[in-house]
């Protein structure tokens, strides 16, 4: 059985991860708490629930968990639209995770919808 930390899906949400916290230094101090912490949250919640879920050993339960991240991408980049939009980021400082989020709700819409054809 394949680890949770072998699926790609997983590292490439781990690189999000590391790309959010070196974004997050850019937000001013009155975010710090605020709009940084919920990014934090959402960027942490997608291995999170994808790592959870493969350790489920149920594709049942992976489903519903792979569900929950991709919630959380897709917040994820709300967040950081947010971020575009009140003018504390540029469009270039965000394209690597914009990106990352992209590719990562494409894999994980793959394989929901791989495992809801088998389930």
Request: with cysteine; net charge positive; aromatic share 8%.
């Amino acid at each position: 059985m394949q680890s949770f930390k072998e699926l790609i899906i997983w590292q490439k949400s781990m690189e999000l991860v590391e790309e959010v916290y070196r974004i997050i230094r850019l937000l001013p101090p009155e975010e710090k708490y605020a709009l940084a912490d919920q990014i934090k949250r959402s960027a942490v919640s997608i291995p999170s629930n994808i790592a959870e879920g493969k350790g489920r050993n149920s594709d049942r339960e992976f489903l519903r968990f792979l569900n929950i991240a991709n919630g959380s991408a897709y917040e994820l980049e709300t967040q950081l639209i947010i971020c575009q939009r009140l003018g504390y980021m540029r469009a270039e400082q965000l394209h690597k995770a914009f990106q990352l989020c992209s590719e990562i709700c494409k894999m994980l819409n793959a394989i929901i919808k791989k495992l809801t054809a088998n389930g």
